[in-house]
């Protein structure tokens, strides 16, 4: 199971100086990561996320990213679109070539005043 460490999130934002506290955007495509972690605790100012072509079958652990605007899940194994009330900036959910078969779960974008695109 890949994960995503405090090293990979480092050599990700060079353009940040390594500084990820202060990240505003990250692109952690094409590893293999299984499980959203640990991002909101580490990267609160993430505006950008790129997460595609990952094994993430689960939205989380995004509610504390206030900042959030655009998130890209395609080609993951997403079912459910969950666990975005926090993102209060979302305007972009990217879920290109996932497995959401819940459509009842789009209702859960409906409460986030930004959100613009899926």
Same mark, same amino acid.
């Given at each position: 199971?890949?994960?995503?460490?405090?090293?990979?999130?480092?050599?990700? $934002?060079?353009?940040?100086?390594?500084?990820? $506290?202060?990240?505003?955007?990250?692109?952690?495509?094409?590893?293999?990561?299984?499980?959203?972690? %640990?991002?909101?605790?580490?990267?609160?100012?993430? &505006?950008?996320? %790129?997460?595609?072509?990952?094994?993430?079958? &689960?939205?989380?652990?995004?509610?504390?990213?206030?900042?959030?605007?655009?998130?890209?899940?395609?080609?993951?194994?997403?079912?459910?679109?969950?666990?975005?009330?926090?993102?209060? $900036?979302?305007?972009?959910?990217?879920?290109?070539?996932?497995?959401?078969?819940?459509?009842?779960?789009?209702? $859960?974008?409906?409460?986030? %005043?930004?959100?613009?695109?899926?």
């Amino acid at each position: 199971m890949v994960r995503i460490t405090e090293d990979m999130v480092r050599k990700r $934002s060079e353009h940040n100086e390594m500084q990820i $506290s202060t990240l505003e955007e990250i692109s952690l495509h094409q590893q293999d990561i299984e499980r959203l972690e %640990y991002l909101d605790k580490w990267c609160r100012d993430l &505006k950008i996320l %790129y997460l595609q072509s990952n094994l993430i079958p &689960k939205i989380e652990n995004v509610g504390r990213l206030k900042k959030l605007e655009y998130i890209n899940l395609a080609l993951n194994n997403v079912e459910k679109i969950e666990n975005l009330e926090g993102c209060e $900036s979302l305007k972009k959910l990217d879920l290109t070539v996932n497995f959401v078969g819940e459509l009842t779960s789009v209702e $859960s974008l409906k409460g986030l %005043y930004n959100f613009r695109e899926l």
